[in-house]
DNA sequence: GTCTATACAGGGATAGAC
DNA sequence: GTCTATCCCTGTATAGAC
C-alpha cells in the first residue's frame, strides 16, 4: 500500500490529539481554537475535520484515552493480600502515573465541564470505576482489621482527593524527586486511613 | 443625594458580579461572554463596562475578593495553644467555609491560568499566605512533638488538597451531613499528620 | 445609568479546487 | 489529504442617543 505523497494519514491522527492536548492544557479548551491547535500541527484548519468530527469528540477523545489507559495500568499491577502493602502500591502507582502525565491529567481533571452531557458520564463512569479500585482496597483493610475507617467512600476521596493534588506543584527540578515524594504521599495515606503499624 | 429614575448603581455592581460567578463557575471563564453576563444581570452588554473596566478585571475581582475573604477569616479565629486542637480547627473551618461557597472555590481553582501574569501573581500572593496559616500549626506541632512528619511544606499541601476535594462530591442533600463530614476530614487530617492521641 | 447600534476580530465548521 | 475561500455566528469593547 503505497502512500500517496503528501498524505500523513498513520501520523497527523496522533499529532493533532497531542497537539490539542498539550494546548488545552496549557490554556483550557473554550479559549483554544481548531485554528491554533491547526497552527501547531502545521495544517490548514480545515484539515483537522478529517481525523475529528468536531472540537468536542477531540476533547473527549483525550480524556477517553488517559482514563482507560490509567484504568489499564492499574489492573496490570499485582494485588498485594496484605491491605496495608496494597494502598501503598496504590499510592505509589496513582502519584508516578499522574506526575508522569500533567497534560492528561489536568485536562482529565478541569475540562469535566465542557464535555457534553452524554460524554461527561461515559467519562464519569471511568473515573469512578478507578475510584472503585481503591474503595475495594479500603474496604478490604477494614475487614481485616487493618485499617480504622468511619466511612470507606468518604476517605476514598480523601485519599485520591490528596495524592492527586501531588499535580499541582511537583516540579522534576523540585528539592524532592519522585520517589520521595511518593514515599512521604503513601505514608500520609497509610496513616490518614489508621493503618495499624 | 436623590437617586435618579432608573439608576441602580448601588446594587448593580455586586449584581455582576453575582452573575459572573454564577455563570463562570459553570461554564469556565473562557466559555461565558459579556453578552450572558448581562443578560442574566438583565442589562444590555454595553453597561457591564460601566462596573468593570473589562471581563479580565471581572474575574480577579472575583477570586481577589473570595481570597481576601478567606484570609480574614482565618485570621478571626481564636488560636488554640495545642497543634491537635489548631489542627481541627482549622480543618473544620476550611471544609465548612468551602462548602458555604462553592462557586467562589471552583473559580479560584479552576480559573487561575485565565488570569493576567500580574493578577495570578496576585491571588498566588493570597494562596499563599493561607497556606502558610497552616504549615504553621504543622510547624508548631512538630516542634511540640505533638506530629510526626518528615516534611512540613509537603504535609500542608497534602492536607489542603484533601480538604479541599470535599468540594468536588459534597451536596446538602448527601447522606452526611457538613459537621459529619467536616468532623470525618479533621480526624483523617490529625492521623495523616501522625498526631499523638 | 442604560440603551441601541456598531466596529472589528476571531470562533467552528463546510465546500470544492487541486 | 490538504488547501483556499467562505458562511455565519459570537466575542469584547466603544460611541453616542436618551
Chains 1, 2 share one sequence.
Not at 496484605?82 to 508516578?96: K, M, S, T
Amino acid at each position: 500500500m503505497a502512500r500517496k505523497a503528501g498524505s500523513h494519514a498513520e501520523t497527523t491522527g496522533p499529532r493533532v490529539r497531542a497537539a490539542a492536548q498539550r494546548l488545552i492544557a496549557r490554556h483550557g479548551y473554550a479559549a483554544v481554537s481548531m485554528r491554533q491547535i491547526a497552527a501547531e500541527v502545521g495544517v490548514q484548519a480545515g484539515a483537522l475535520y478529517l481525523y475529528t468530527p468536531d472540537k468536542q469528540t477531540l476533547l473527549f477523545d483525550l480524556m477517553r484515552i488517559h482514563m482507560e489507559e490509567l484504568l489499564a495500568a492499574c489492573a496490570a499491577l499485582p494485588a498485594p493480600a496484605d491491605p496495608c502493602a496494597a494502598l501503598e502500591q496504590f499510592a505509589r502507582f496513582h502519584i508516578g502515573y499522574h506526575i508522569d502525565r500533567p497534560e492528561a491529567v489536568f485536562i482529565a481533571y478541569m475540562e469535566l465541564r465542557n464535555l457534553s452531557p452524554e460524554n461527561f458520564a461515559a467519562i464519569e463512569d471511568l473515573r469512578r470505576r478507578y475510584e472503585q479500585r481503591l474503595a475495594t482496597i479500603l474496604a478490604e483493610g477494614v475487614a481485616q482489621g487493618s485499617f480504622a475507617l468511619p466511612d470507606v467512600r468518604l476517605a476514598t476521596r480523601a485519599v485520591i482527593a490528596m495524592l492527586t493534588g501531588v499535580t499541582n506543584w511537583f516540579r522534576d527540578m523540585g528539592p524532592l524527586t519522585r520517589d520521595e515524594v511518593a514515599a512521604c504521599y503513601a505514608d500520609m495515606a497509610l496513616r490518614a486511613v489508621g493503618a495499624a503499624r
